[in-house]
């Protein structure tokens, strides 16, 4: 009984988390669009290049973020026993030490490296250098928001977080309709509007948590040096693996502007927001289900966690096919409709990004309940150094003149690599067999991939234009329902999908009568 409500609740934090990403999805497309079109291309690159090496640190409070919701929700779960104000207040503690570290790290190797080696025009040196001032502020407020987002996921509060995430994109688009109007310096003015929007949403959240759960931000010390110890150790392991794992995208975004110009940088920009609104949807799935997860866990429930896990990676997978399957066959189609004139390599780049994208879609989860054992350091290394080994092979492809997308070619292999080491470590740390979830999750997983290759022969008749694209959207989807109903799903699967549908066809019998 208990889990059929934890499943019930899982289904609608998933709902709240696939409602905000439509509308933010559909929101984030044009805005990026018109950023790209106000800007242009060397100044949206510039942004790309700059932005990202304080993005380092910011996607880094991001990742960081999983501290705080394995540790949270280790204490929720252990119930009357828990402290989690006690353990609240550490994380914020340690958070700000990070924000610290930011401010150091952007004012010295952000400067040092705009000042010295940015491939940029000399005018433009004091815009960069605006950016980067900007872009290291969002991201010491994201590093210090971390702690009551992780009390927000941890509760399972994702109604009030989707929300909040809507209200800051709907303000992102009417602050991108007054830059298009507005005069002077227009690449500054983005990044004022970008920081403006992060401390909004920062003190939104703040406000929220001081509201709904004041007992647990009640500020005390916690003089228990053995729990500093116990987080900051684990952060930073964590904080190896985010930085190898950003380290990776902002190393190939310098890589690419050594090797050739901004404009293939804003192909690759423009890119991975193609792929990082797609894999948005896919990580809604997880997101609704880490705080179970984590709780299963540190409640002695290892089975119903490794259960979890082995539904998600598969259904995250099939969930991707469904915006990637489209926007692979309609690529330029998707490019030339929504920028009117993409940079070059965009569609080779967003291609492959979303094929990479897709493999790791088989990991979905495998973080959640190593970062839920506590024991993560060997993981941790092994995971960096795969990561980072993308940056030496880039270079080395670059320097044999290979075409800049061949970078996200080698990725992907290095990501196949990245699953087999998780795997490797999650069998070494809990009850997870690999010969369950090959049968669970790959076999099936690969059925569906041979039957909807026929697909792309959709390709030929491809143009921009909403009709035809909406048409191979549609087509494609019902494919893929029916191949993964057939090819799959289980027996216990298609005895739900068949219960439920019933129930539906039933229902809607008797209001016609």
Not at 66 to 74: D, L
Not at 141 to 157: D, F, M, Q, R, T
Not at 411 to 440: E, M, P
Request: proline share 2%.
């Amino acid at each position: 009984m208990t889990n059929n409500k934890d499943n019930t609740k899982i289904f609608i934090n998933t709902i709240f988390l696939y409602f905000k990403l439509i509308i933010s999805t559909f929101i984030g497309l044009y805005v990026s669009r018109e950023v790209l079109r106000i800007l242009g291309e060397s100044d949206f690159g510039l942004y790309a290049v700059v932005g990202g090496i304080v993005a380092l640190m910011n996607f880094l409070s991001t990742v960081m973020s999983s501290t705080s919701y394995r540790f949270i929700a280790i204490e929720i779960g252990k119930g009357e026993n828990g402290d989690v104000n006690k353990i609240f207040n550490t994380v914020l503690v340690i958070h700000s030490f990070l924000a610290i570290i930011v401010l150091i790290f952007g004012n010295t190797v952000g400067m040092w490296y705009v000042n010295n080696h940015l491939n940029v025009a000399a005018e433009k040196i004091a815009d960069a250098q605006y950016i980067l001032h900007t872009s290291i502020f969002i991201a010491m407020a994201n590093v210090l928001s971390v702690p009551c987002l992780g009390l927000i996921v941890a509760k399972e509060k994702f109604f009030y977080n989707s929300m909040l995430e809507i209200f800051c994109s709907l303000l992102k688009l009417a602050f991108i309709i007054f830059l298009t109007y507005a005069v002077g310096n227009k690449l500054r003015l983005y990044a004022s509007i970008m920081l403006l929007v992060d401390i909004v949403k920062v003190s939104a959240v703040y406000i929220y948590c001081i509201i709904k759960d004041r007992p647990t931000l009640r500020w005390k010390i916690n003089r228990c040096i053995n729990d500093y110890k116990a987080i900051f150790s684990y952060s930073g392991w964590i904080m190896l693996g985010a930085t190898a794992c950003v380290g990776q995208t902002q190393g190939l975004a310098i890589i690419i502007n050594k090797f050739f110009t901004t404009a293939v940088n804003a192909a690759f920009g423009v890119a991975q927001q193609v792929n990082s609104y797609i894999m948005m949807f896919v990580r809604s799935v997880s997101q609704a289900a880490v705080p179970q997860m984590m709780k299963n866990y540190s409640g002695g429930n290892t089975e119903r966690t490794i259960s979890l896990l082995n539904h998600i990676t598969k259904y995250a997978f099939f969930i991707m096919l469904f915006p990637a399957i489209p926007c692979m066959i309609c690529m330029q189609s998707v490019l030339d409709l929504w920028l009117v004139n993409p940079p070059a390599y965009t569609a080779e780049f967003a291609v492959f990004l979303l094929i990479n994208g897709l493999v790791n879609c088989l990991g979905v989860g495998f973080d959640t309940v190593i970062q839920a054992t506590g024991k993560i350091k060997k993981y941790q290394i092994g995971f960096s150094t795969i990561y980072l080994l993308t940056l030496p092979v880039s270079i080395l492809l670059f320097a044999l003149k290979l075409a800049p997308y061949s970078i996200i070619i080698a990725n992907i292999g290095l990501a196949i690599c990245q699953l087999a080491w998780q795997s490797h470590i999650l069998t070494k740390l809990t009850d997870f067999k690999i010969g369950v979830y090959v049968r669970k999750t790959i076999v099936p997983v690969g059925k569906v991939t041979l039957c909807i290759t026929p697909l792309f022969i959709l390709s030929q008749w491809s143009t921009p234009s909403l009709l035809v694209i909406g048409g191979i959207s549609i087509i494609t989807s019902l494919y893929l329902i029916i191949a993964i109903y057939f090819c799959g799903f289980d027996l216990e699967e298609k005895s739900i999908v068949k219960k439920i549908t019933s129930k539906i066809l039933r229902k809607l019998w008797k209001r016609q009568q």
